[in-house]
């Protein structure tokens, strides 16, 4: 990370580790485009209204004031002031409804941008990240095979990442119904109660869950130990699944003929679903995996998280779900799922771990040296004809010595230092010279003409530390 | 502009619209890489000490609050606590200061980002807008040909641009040591005062910035009237600039002996070198124009504001200067001089008068139809052999009548619709097919081998009214 970023949470790269983060980015896009997905940008702005939906006052919102307002800020309410987007899921829906009569339905959409979380300085957390999302909506009803569709384009969008140091990625699947379903099924009422505490299994371990499932969403013991046994269920394929749950229904003595089974069975046959198709395709790329819970509120069936291999510091890389009530208006509903990476995450351990560097700090392949200063503009012609051909060129700052125009270049990591023809001791022209630093090869060279070898043209991505 | 944009001051685009500038800022990102600038992004917020230099309590900025800690908001002092970057500089210069010792000088850097003005809203005024800015920032000196070369590479940038719509540019340069030599010359001593006067020439017009003169800044009627007299001057070399400026001063009697006179000489001097050096490679693009003030008060010596030819409601669209003073640590200065690019504003004209657009909504080349649900994989396996070849590819959403996804194709401008096998009225198996739903032709094909036309593989961007 740049040495002095001086303000704990908000990340800024140096310009060769940058290169690393807009590499991602540009490998991103191109894969969502070649999925038939769309680009938007939203505002970072979103009205209180939206961002504290069902008048949450949990969330962790960075709130905005003018400075020319400064002390009369709270005679808003919040509603109505301007905060900073925590995601890019809230911001879609909005701008889905407000452009309904605008957009083709589904709406395959991705956006890769910053968002902000109005935490506390914590060692370790963001405030700043950022984002890459795609999603599908629906006017009034979504197809399910989206739920297949959206996570295995994002397996293979963090495949791509793998020349970059990204381990391998595996996508865990659950689904609300089901969970929701179940817990009914045993008898529970406070189901995003449960499914809070169940979140955190992986932070604080299950007697701890167990505690606070009893003492949270009024669990008895049995039935703490319940949702603990459903939370460990994982399956590779549909009919496994099936299968371990229902041996857990016996077991719990839920009501198969019931609503409550009805509805774990509409969320078991989606999972199943999603499982054995994404299996037919890349194997091993999803499991189902019933203890995902999803911080989040929004989410009404399938939900997903994504952990890599050997990296379970990081948490999940990829997260999100189907929501089918976010984007409404009146008795209009648009229906979505989609996932979101956190890049500024991955982009972290790419550059940590992995050790993913730029092969050279500048863009440029070649420095054109200045003999002095009266002939800059000689040496600045040398570049524009070399750009002109896409040779991306720096030109020497100052006409110092050689040898200091090529500690420049050698600086930057610009393989190429052009030496313009000057005068001789005997007054005769001498050849125009292009030398490589890496090689010391020194050949006559024609700026009209000239290429750099293949393998010094492109600055590139690195990766010492390969998983 | 997307239909809802419902944020005054917060612009947003509709998918077909993000693709023009999504194409600006890719095609300015490669022009400053060919010249061997750097790309940074810094965090979008700045400490109120960083944005509030010199105490100024003026800046339209947005401070931002945690929405946990609403109401204690104030007890931080302003300089304590963080806001929104209004520009790309500040940032820039805290950036070289912290990362002084892991960069190489003269530091070379573009970044395109969004800012924010904390503003009341106001019809035709962005609160929220992208910047496209490069800058060359010294340690300890800054060789003066930079002043040069950033405007050149910002017009050859502008001049790329004119394919997505956009007039001709040209940089209007000043320099404020010229500004400052002659108003001191005549016997003038607030130059903040009068700079500011004078940036509002073209808004408010020679009468009202005299008796502003007059009134705010102690000026005679005749000081007033010799300030408007220099920013009258133009001229497109050097010595045109030099003869004009001395016939203005001896009418004025400024003392040609005087310090006043030497440091007008000074900026005199580099202006007549920037417009010269800049003739001799674009003739016409760079010219002195006395009027330029800026009103950022950082600058210290050239400035330079950017004119699109017919286009003057939109002011300046790229702008800036050479600034000594604003990085500094200790007694550590890094000069640096930059301009920076109002995207928003030319994406606004692209979209507006020039009625530039995506030639389709869809990045997709090629829509694949669904026969049944049943038979989606099929579909599916067709979409990414096409895919794999790096050919952009949706899949229809459900497996309606193909006049239905023809048509669905055809919303989002896929030009290709591909028609999987299927079985015949007689059992067999009919041919592969690609339509094209444009020209009507309908052919078989292999999704191992089949490539669309060149004119519709890709999605670019189109103008109707150009220029």
């Given at each position: 990370m740049a040495k002095g970023a001086s303000l704990s949470g908000f990340p800024e790269w140096l310009p060769q580790e940058r290169v690393v983060e807009q590499q991602v980015m540009d490998t991103l896009r191109s894969i969502f485009e070649l999925h038939g997905f769309l680009g938007i940008e939203t505002r970072a702005v979103e009205k209180g209204s939206s961002l504290l939906k069902k008048g949450e006052t949990s969330k962790e919102i960075y709130l905005l004031s003018r400075l020319q307002d400064l002390g009369n800020e709270n005679d808003e309410p919040v509603e109505e002031r301007?905060?900073?987007?925590?995601?890019?899921?809230?911001?879609?829906?909005?701008?889905?409804?407000?452009?309904?009569?605008?957009?083709?339905?589904?709406f395959k959409r991705w956006q890769i941008q910053k968002v902000w979380r109005g935490e506390r300085p914590q060692e370790g957390r963001f405030r700043e990240f950022v984002q890459a999302d795609i999603d599908v909506v629906g006017n009034g009803?979504?197809?399910?095979?989206?739920?297949?569709?959206?996570?295995?384009?994002?397996?293979?969008?963090?495949?791509?990442?793998?020349?970059?140091?990204?381990?391998?990625?595996?996508?865990?699947?659950?689904?609300?119904?089901?969970?929701?379903?179940?817990?009914?099924?045993?008898?529970?009422?406070?189901?995003?109660?449960?499914?809070?505490?169940?979140?955190?299994?992986?932070?604080?371990?299950?007697?701890?869950?167990?505690?606070?499932?009893?003492?949270?969403?009024?669990?008895?013991?049995?039935?703490?130990?319940?949702?603990l046994q459903l939370a460990e269920l994982s399956a590779a394929n549909g009919s496994e699944l099936r299968e371990k749950f229902d041996a857990l229904c016996?077991?719990?003595?839920?009501?198969?003929?019931?609503?409550?089974?009805?509805?774990?069975?509409?969320?078991?046959?989606?999972?199943?679903?999603?499982?054995?198709?994404?299996?037919a395709i890349r194997p091993g790329a999803v499991i189902a995996d019933l203890k995902i819970a999803r911080g989040l509120d929004y989410y009404t069936g399938s939900v997903y998280e994504t952990f890599l291999e050997g990296v379970s510091s990081l948490g999940s890389v990829c997260s999100g779900g189907r929501y089918d009530n976010l984007a409404t208006q009146g008795k209009k509903t648009y229906p979505g799922v989609g996932l979101s990476i956190g890049l500024s995450r991955l982009v972290s351990h790419m550059l940590g771990s992995a050790q993913?560097?730029?092969?050279?700090?500048?863009?440029?392949?070649?420095?054109?040296?200045?003999?002095d200063e009266e002939h800059r503009a000689q040496s600045n012609a040398i570049a524009r004809?070399?750009?002109?051909?896409?040779?991306?060129?720096?030109?020497?700052?100052?006409?110092?010595?050689?040898?200091?125009?090529?500690?420049?270049?050698?600086?930057?990591?610009?393989?190429?230092?052009?030496?313009?023809?000057?005068?001789?001791?005997?007054?005769?022209?001498?050849?125009?010279?292009?030398?490589?630093?890496?090689?010391?090869?020194?050949?006559?060279a024609d700026a009209s003409v000239w290429a750099p070898q293949e393998e010094f043209a492109k600055r590139h991505v690195e990766v010492k530390n390969a998983d």
């Open positions: 301007l905060g900073l987007h925590f995601d890019l899921t809230v911001p879609l829906s909005r701008y889905v409804v407000e452009n309904s009569g605008a957009i083709a339905f589904p009803d979504l197809p399910s095979h989206y739920e297949v569709d959206v996570p295995l384009i994002m397996v293979e969008a963090l495949e791509q990442l793998r020349a970059y140091g990204l381990p391998k990625a595996t996508v865990h699947a659950n689904n609300r119904k089901l969970s929701e379903g179940f817990y009914r099924g045993v008898g529970l009422t406070d189901i995003e109660g449960v499914l809070r505490e169940i979140d955190k299994l992986d932070k604080i371990g299950a007697d701890e869950v167990s505690r606070l499932l009893q003492e949270e969403c009024g669990a008895s013991a049995d039935q703490a130990s319940a949702c016996e077991a719990q003595g839920v009501d198969k003929d019931g609503e409550a089974y009805a509805l774990a069975l509409d969320g078991l046959n989606t999972l199943g679903m999603i499982v054995d198709e994404a299996a993913a560097s730029a092969s050279r700090i500048s863009p440029a392949a070649v420095l054109v040296a200045v003999w004809a070399l750009r002109s051909r896409g040779i991306a060129t720096d030109v020497a700052p100052i006409a110092a010595k050689l040898g200091k125009q090529i500690k420049y270049a050698d600086k930057l990591g610009i393989p190429y230092v052009w030496i313009p023809s000057t005068l001789d001791d005997n007054g005769e022209n001498t050849a125009e010279e292009v030398k490589n630093i890496i090689t010391g090869e020194q050949i006559p």
